[in-house]
Every structure is written in structure tokens, then in C-alpha cells.
């Protein structure tokens, strides 16, 4: 409302609050009207308009009806909220009233103090938010020469409760109207011991994924002096004897607008983190205070600032690479978990070990796991270095994750298991739910391999012979897109096989034949066939390269792809594969049906007695339909391995 319509209504509101005073006078309780006044008064924030008597009367009206609700054993209601919040809009300064104020603030903080473990957690946060709108009441009428008294009570909240947004809102607005009223009782306020033992809380909140949190607690930290920069460390760098403004330009940058007319200027606020000096001079208790912030910035939904962050990160552990790696691997930690457990649904708020974990619905997860990801492959050398940490997470993930949603890609299957294979009837909801987890995983999978085909040596890294065998295995992995056998080629190259180096070309295009179109002459530039005792692949390069060669054609034989014409479906791609391999020798042939039948070599032990541990379905139903295709295309290779052939077909009928 504006203009005349505001004022009739500010009138109106008066005039119930009139009767309120009365009634209160009296000794009555306030009745319907009279609430309803109350809480339209509490929507304006602006009461101006009013005379100052009359703002003096509402004021110890509602210090009236906050005695009236303490003194009946502290009832927590919607009225007591108005209460402190028309005071805030008001804010006249009444001594008498701001030490009935005073009480009640004392007796909200002694109550949540007795029900830390009592309340829930929904009871908590009100209570809390009661509290919070209290001190802020509390703050704006007390009159200039005793503000400094309100300055322990916000000190004491944030300190205990620095995870509430309205308790930080309130330090923030409090601490500011202190320093501009009162700036001489409060400097003795405003000091370094004060910003350490308040950095040392709300250096999580920096690196808040809620924009309101960072921006609440770094306009605190800004209202007191920063600690000086350190001394240089080499003879010629700057002599600075100023006092660091980490915080205030990480509040510049949060100030800055995000939209796509002014993105520019936030971007070269960013710039300044560039300044070596931000790595390398800042005093201890700000060293992460860079880093913290820069991940924040990660999450905000606006592409064209990642790029500069995360370059800027990657500088950063150049630098801080101890601190770096800490926060980081949190980070990595924190969403691979939210993306295991509440399936790319937001946290709720809380600390983590050194890291805030809440990521707000405006945030996509899965998104930010992989600008994550992107930053752990700009710092190779240092995720390189600590490979003893991811390492065995990626294998643990590939364990659980991966083969749960992909149970075709472990060497069993569980058939009483909920979640079901792709091929088999199941409910649409779950058929849903299975379709969004596998479409997780696979993403996150092809993030992690982002960062291993970084490796400079991989082949020295922790469980060096398990994670090797994990990156051949995901060339048999069937992939119609080829992103992910395409990433673990590009891992297995920086192994720098010898027998790999020479045709990593010719394997990369067979890889990523992305229609089937050229398959056939990705196929013959690499054969293996021999002509007159010559052949593409050296001799002494087939033993290792034929067996990667089969995993990936394998793949491809059973990929599924829309219906089309001549070598473009299944069965005319099968033929092409199937006739390449027919060139290999009879001891060649041998390994390659080796390879194909690895899933069935153990069919016959006790442990496939059992519906809980058989041959995953879709193998036996691809060999099924590979069966007479290879016995067209091999011949009389297969005559030696039709006991085989046939032991097989048995046990899978």
C-alpha cells in the first residue's frame, strides 16, 4: 500500500492499538480486533508516519503485552512475534521499555539454554527465531548511551547459535546501528580479539552454499579491522603494511550484481583474488578464507563466473594446496553423499566438519558435482598426489554405486533383488526411479573419470592392479553414447602402453564411432588380418591390444540403436564386428571366446546354485543371439571349443 491508502490503514491499526493500551491498562487480555491490528501493524516496516507520542504509546503497549506473555510461564505464540517485530519498525528509543525488553531478552536465552536436548528441532528454531527478533527489538529502543550493552547479548548469540540465518540477520543490523550511533562505546568493542573469535565461527558461513548466509556474515566481519598482511617472502615482493581486505573483497564480489547486463562487474571483482598476495600473505586466520568463498561461488546458477573461479582455485592450491585439498575433498564428499541418499534433492542446513552442507533448490547437484570435479582436474598434480584418498573412493564407488544400478556390469546378479534389470517388467514408478539413479550414476561416473585421465602416472597410484582392471572394464561396458568407454581410454592412455601408443588413433575412432556409419573402415584401417605374413598390428603388440580390442567390439555388438537400414542395425554391426574378428589366428580366436564366456566360467560353481547369484540376464539373453552369428562367421575355429559352446548354451537353458 502507498499513500492515502497506507495511512487509512495505519490509522485503523491505531485505533485498535488505543484500545489495546486501554484494555491493557486494565488489566483485560486483547481481544480478535485488536490482534488482527497487531499484525497488520507488524507488515510495515516504515512507521514514520506516525507521531512520535503516539509510536511512544504502541511502544510500551507491546512492552505490556510481552510482560504479560513472559510472565505467564514464556508462551510462545504468533503475537509474541509481532510484538518484537513492530518494536524493530518503530524503533524509539525508550529506556524504561528497553529494560522490560532487557528481562524478557535474558529469559528467552536462559529457556533455549535449558532446552538445547529437549525441543525438537522445529521447536528449537522457533524458539530461536523469537529470540533473534528479541535482541533486534531490544537493540533499536534502547536508548544511544546503553547500546553498548546490547553488544555481549549479540556477541553470546552469534557464538551459540551462528547456523541460524535470523540470528545472524539480526548480529548484522544490530553491530551496524552500534558502530553508526554509538561508534565510541563500541570501538572497544570492534576489535581483532573479537573478529578472531567471531572468523573463527562464521568462516563456515562464508563458504556457505545460501547466498543470505554469506552475505549476513561477512557484513559482520567487515564491521571490524582485518589482521595485517603477512611479510613478504621474497626481497622484491610489495612491502604492505596495511591491513588485508580478504573479507571485504570476497564482500565486494557478494555485492555485485549476477544477471546477464552486469555479470562484468562481478567477474572482475573476482579478479582480485588473482593477486598472489591473497594466497601467499594472508595472515593464518584468514588462509581459507579465499578458498571457502571461491567454492560458494561454484554453486551460484550463473556459468559465465565458473571459469574464472575455478582458474582462480587452481592457483589457489598452487599456493594452499593443504588447504585446498581439505575443503575440496569435503565438498566432493558432502555432495556424492546428497546425490546417494536424497537422490538430487537439497540437504538440510547444518555443519559438516569444517564445511557448510546446505545446497539451496535453486542448485543443481548433479551440476555441481561435476564443476567439482572440473576443479580437482585442473589441480592433477595435487589430486595426483593424494591418489591414496580418491582412489579407493572411486573403487568403492564403482563397488556399491555403479553395480547396483548396473548389475549386467557385475559378475552376478541378484534376482531377488528390488532393483530389477532394464529388460525386465516392472512397475512404471519404480522402472522411473531405476532410469533417474542409472542416469546419477553414470554422470558421476563420467565426472570422476574427468579427473584420472589427468594422471601423469597412474600406474604408481594406491591399488594401482584394481583400479587398472576397473578402467578395462568399462571398455566392455555397453555405451551407446561412448562417453564412457571414450574417458576410460583416455585414462588407460596415460599409462603410455607401448603396444596401445602406435594405434590409440585408430582405437579412439573405433570407440567413438558415434552411428555405426564408419565402422566398417575404422575396422580396416586397424586389421589383423595377416597378408603375406604382414599385418597392421605389430606381432609383438597383438598379445596385449587384441584382448582390449575384443572388450570394446563386444560392447558394440550389443549396443542397442534406433532401427535403420543396411549396416546401420544390430545384426549388420554385429556382422562387420564379427568378420573383423574372424581374421584373428586359432590360438587369437580362443582368448576372444575366452573373453566372451568370462561371465559363464563359473556357472557351474556352488555359488550360482542360488537365485541371489546367477549370470546376470541380459549376458545370457545377448549370447543367446550371438551364438549363430558367431558359428557363420568363425567356422571351423570353433571346432575345438564346441564342448565349450554347448556346456554353455545347456546351463544358460
Not at 285 to 309: D, G, H, M, Q, T
Not at 364 to 382: G, R, Y
Not at 484 to 513: H, R
Not at 605 to 625: C, I, M, Y
Request: proline content about 4%; aromatic content about 8%; some cysteine.
Amino acid at each position: 500500500f502507498s499513500g492515502n491508502s497506507k495511512q487509512e490503514i495505519l490509522t485503523t491499526c491505531v485505533r485498535f492499538l488505543v484500545e489495546c493500551i486501554k484494555a491493557i491498562k486494565e488489566g483485560e487480555l486483547i481481544n480478535g480486533s485488536q490482534c488482527a491490528a497487531l499484525q497488520v501493524l507488524s507488515t510495515f516496516e516504515d512507521c514514520s508516519a506516525l507521531p512520535v507520542n503516539l509510536r511512544m504509546d504502541i511502544t510500551v503497549c507491546m512492552q505490556m503485552i510481552i510482560d504479560k506473555k513472559i510472565g505467564v510461564g514464556l508462551e510462545i505464540d504468533e503475537y509474541l512475534h509481532q510484538c518484537f517485530e513492530i518494536l524493530y519498525h518503530l524503533g524509539v528509543p525508550h529506556e524504561k521499555a528497553s529494560l522490560r525488553i532487557g528481562l524478557a531478552v535474558n529469559k528467552l536465552r536462559d529457556r533455549l539454554a535449558k532446552t538445547q536436548t529437549e525441543t525438537t528441532n522445529e521447536g528449537k528454531m522457533e524458539l530461536i527465531s523469537v529470540f533473534a527478533k528479541s535482541i533486534m527489538a531490544y537493540t533499536w529502543i534502547s536508548v544511544p548511551e546503553k547500546l553498548d550493552q546490547c553488544l555481549p547479548i549479540i556477541k553470546s548469540a552469534v557464538l551459540d547459535h551462528s547456523y541460524s540465518l535470523e540470528i545472524l540477520t539480526m548480529a548484522d543490523k544490530g553491530l551496524s546501528l552500534i558502530k553508526e550511533h554509538s561508534p565510541t562505546k563500541g570501538a572497544n568493542f570492534f576489535n581483532s580479539e573479537n573478529f578472531t573469535s567471531l572468523m573463527e565461527l562464521l568462516e563456515y558461513e562464508i563458504g556457505s552454499f545460501n547466498a543470505s548466509f554469506r552475505r549476513a556474515a561477512l557484513n559482520i566481519l567487515s564491521l571490524f579491522p582485518e589482521p595485517n598482511w603477512l611479510p613478504p617472502c621474497k626481497d622484491n615482493d610489495e612491502e604492505l603494511t596495511s591491513s588485508c581486505d580478504v573479507v571485504r573483497c570476497c564482500l565486494y564480489v557478494e555485492l555485485s550484481p549476477i544477471d546477464v547486463f552486469d555479470f562484468r562487474e562481478r567477474k572482475i571483482a573476482l579478479e582480485r583474488f588473482r593477486k598472489s598476495r591473497y594466497f601467499t600473505r594472508v595472515p593464518p586466520i584468514l588462509a581459507s578464507v579465499p578458498c571457502r568463498y571461491l567454492i560458494a561461488s561454484l554453486s551460484v546458477n550463473f556459468k559465465p563466473l565458473w571459469e574464472s573461479a575455478k582458474e582462480i582455485l587452481s592457483l589457489y592450491a598452487n599456493s594452499r594446496s593443504q588447504e585446498f585439498w581439505e575443503l575440496m575433498w569435503k565438498v566432493l564428499v558432502m555432495v556424492s553423499d546428497q546425490l546417494n541418499l536424497s537422490e538430487n534433492k537439497p540437504m538440510p542446513h547444518h555443519n559438516v566438519k569444517g564445511i557448510q552442507s546446505m545446497l539451496s533448490d535453486e542448485i543443481d547437484v548433479l551440476k555441481f558435482h561435476e564443476i567439482v570435479c572440473e576443479v580437482f582436474s585442473s589441480a592433477s598434480t595435487l589430486t595426483e598426489q593424494n591418489n591414496r584418498v580418491i582412489v579407493p573412493f572411486f573403487l568403492n564407488f564403482m563397488e556399491t554405486d555403479y553395480q547396483k544400478c548396473y548389475p549386467g556390469s557385475s559378475q552376478t546378479q541378484d534376482l531377488t533383488s528390488n532393483l530389477m534389470d532394464e529388460g525386465d517388467e516392472i512397475e512404471l514408478t519404480e522402472h522411473k526411479l531405476y532410469a533417474r539413479q542409472k542416469k546419477i550414476v553414470t554422470t558421476r561416473l563420467m565426472h570422476y573419470l574427468t579427473i584420472f585421465c589427468k594422471f601423469k602416472n597412474p600406474s604408481e597410484v594406491y591399488k594401482s592392479e584394481q583400479f587398472e582392471q576397473t578402467l578395462h572394464g568399462l571398455l566392455a561396458r555397453s555405451d551407446p553414447e561412448h562417453k564412457i568407454q571414450g574417458s576410460a581410454l583416455k585414462c588407460l592412455q596415460q599409462y603410455q602402453y607401448t603396444w596401445l601408443k602406435p594405434y590409440y588413433k585408430q582405437v579412439d575412432a573405433i570407440v567413438n564411432d558415434r552411428d555405426g556409419g564408419n565402422l566398417r573402415d575404422q575396422l580396416l584401417s586397424l586389421s589383423i588380418g595377416k597378408h603375406e605374413g604382414k599385418s597392421v598390428v605389430l606381432e609383438s603388440h597383438r598379445e596385449k591390444l587384441l584382448p582390449l580390442l575384443y572388450s570394446i567390439l563386444i560392447s558394440k555388438m550389443s549396443e542397442r540403436k534406433k532401427r535403420g537400414k543396411g549396416h546401420h542395425n544390430l545384426k549388420a554391426r554385429r556382422g562387420v564386428i564379427l568378420r573383423f574378428l574372424a581374421q584373428s589366428t586359432e590360438a587369437e580366436a580362443s582368448e576372444f571366446l575366452d573373453v566372451l564366456l568370462q561371465p559363464f566360467h563359473e556357472m557351474k560353481s556352488a555359488q550360482f546354485d542360488t537365485t541371489a547369484h546367477v549370470v546376470p540376464l541380459r549376458k545370457q539373453q545377448g549370447f543367446l543371439h550371438l551364438l549363430a552369428d558367431l558359428i557363420a562367421n568363425f567356422g571351423s575355429k570353433l571346432l575345438t571349443h564346441i564342448r565349450k559352446l554347448v556346456g554353455v548354451l545347456c546351463h544358460v537353458c
